[in-house]
C-alpha cells in the first residue's frame, strides 16, 4: 500500500484510504495552504462540506495545485438546513460553484434527519444519474438510522462518513455497513490530538518507531475504515502520511480496540439541535 492505495466503492468508483479533512480550516490562505500542501505530497482526497464555509478556497487550492481535478477525489456534504429534495439541489450547485468543478467524487447527506433525509436522498440520486457526483452516501447514521432510511433507496449508499477512532469503534456499525457494502469513513479520527496523550498508543508509537497519531491512522486502514485527518500544519499533513511503510500485528490492533469506551468527541446523531 501507499498513498494513491485506495478502497473500492460498491458501484466501482476508487476512494483513497487516506485523505485530508479541513473541518474548522479556514477558507482563504490557511485552507488553501492546507489542501496545496496534501496534494503537493501525494494527497488524492480531499473532504470538504457547505457547512465548513471553505469550500471556495479548497477549490482555489485545487485549481493553484497544478493536481489534474480527474486525479483527486473531492467529497462536500449537503447541511441539514438545506435537506429536502428542491433545496438539496441547489445546495448541490452551490457547492460545485464555489469548489469550481463541474462534478463531486463523493456527495454526502452530513447529518440523519429521518423523513427529510428520504427526500434529499432522492435529489442525490437525480445528482448521481446525471453523473454529476460519482458515488453518494451519508454521514453520521447510527444503524438505526440505516434500518429506516435503507429501504427508501434505489441507490445504496456507498459511503459513510462517522465519527471513528479507538475510544468510539461502534463494532455494530462497522460490521452493519460492510454486510451491506457501505465503506465507512472516519471523520475525528485522532480525536483532536488526544491519541498522542493514551498509554497505548505512546507505546506502540515507540515499538513502531512512529508517533501515536500515524499508529492510530494505520490502525484505521487495517480496520478497513478509510480516513480523513484535519490539519492545517505542513508538517503534520505530510507525517500523517507517513503509514504505508510498517504493519500492525494483529496483536497490536487488538490492543487498540481495547481501547473502545464508546466515547464521542461531537455530536450524538440522535441528540443533535442543529
Known sequence: MDITSTAILNN????PWLGLGVFQSKDGEEVIT????????????IDTAAIYQNERGVGTAILESGVARQEIFLTSKVWN?????????????ESLEKLQTDYLDLYLIHWPKGERSVETW??????????????????????????????????MPAVNQVEFHPELIQPNLLEFCQNKG???EAWSPIMKGRVNDIPI??????????????????W???????????SVTPERIIANANIFDFELSPEDMA?????DKNGRIGGHPDYISF
Open 12 to 15: 466501482g468508483v476508487k476512494m
Open 34 to 45: 492546507a489542501v496545496k500542501t496534501a496534494l503537493g505530497n501525494g494527497y488524492k482526497s
Open 81 to 93: 438546513t438545506d435537506q429536502g429534495y428542491t433545496t438539496t439541489m441547489a445546495a448541490f450547485e
Open 122 to 155: 432522492k435529489a442525490l440520486e437525480e445528482i448521481y444519474t446525471k453523473g454529476q457526483a460519482k458515488a453518494i452516501g451519508i454521514s453520521n447514521f447510527l444503524v438505526h438510522h440505516l434500518k429506516d432510511f435503507l429501504p427508501h433507496c434505489k441507490v
Open 182 to 184: 457501505i465503506q465507512l
Open 201 to 218: 498508543l505512546q507505546e506502540l508509537a515507540a515499538k513502531y518507531g512512529k508517533t501515536p497519531v500515524q499508529i492510530t491512522l494505520r
Open 220 to 230: 484505521d486502514i487495517q480496520k478497513g475504515v478509510v480516513t480523513i485527518p484535519k
Open 255 to 259: 490492543k487498540i480496540d481495547s481501547l
